[in-house]
Nanobody
Framework: QVQLVESGGGLVQAGGSLRLSCAAS????????MGWYRQAPGNERELVAT???????NYADSVKGRFTISRDNAKNTVYLQMNSLKPEETAVYYC?????????WGQGTQVTVSS
């Protein structure tokens, strides 16, 4: 199993920045892929960004050039740096881990972008 704990959400004005953190209970070298997803009220959960064990990253088209996913293996933590935030990106952001063909989710952290 993998426990995931997100932090770093909050209220920010449009155009501002936030950095989300996701601390994993296992070494990141044991986890195939980690990612960030988000879910706005009334919407389905959608992919934001992923990072593989090898460090390969993937982003949703809507966040390319503004968001950066990274990892600190020593801290078993994955980050999501979000810049130039937009009001429509208000959502609960979830951390996700693919470990031994199982998917694990964190509890989510609220990000609110005011206009």
């Amino acid at each position: 199993q993998v426990q995931l704990v997100e932090s770093g959400g909050g209220l920010v004005q449009a155009g501002g920045s936030l950095r989300l953190s996701c601390a994993a209970s296992r070494s990141l070298f044991e986890i195939n892929v980690m990612g960030w997803y988000r879910q706005a009220p009334g919407n389905e959960r959608e992919l934001v960004a992923t990072i593989t064990r090898a460090g390969t990253t993937n982003y949703a088209d809507s966040v390319k050039g503004r968001f950066t996913i990274s990892r600190d293996n020593a801290k078993n933590t994955v980050y999501l740096q979000m810049n130039s935030l937009k009001p429509e990106e208000t959502a609960v952001y979830y951390c996700n881990a693919n470990f031994v063909s199982h998917i694990y989710w964190g509890q989510g952290t609220q990000v609110t972008v005011s206009s």
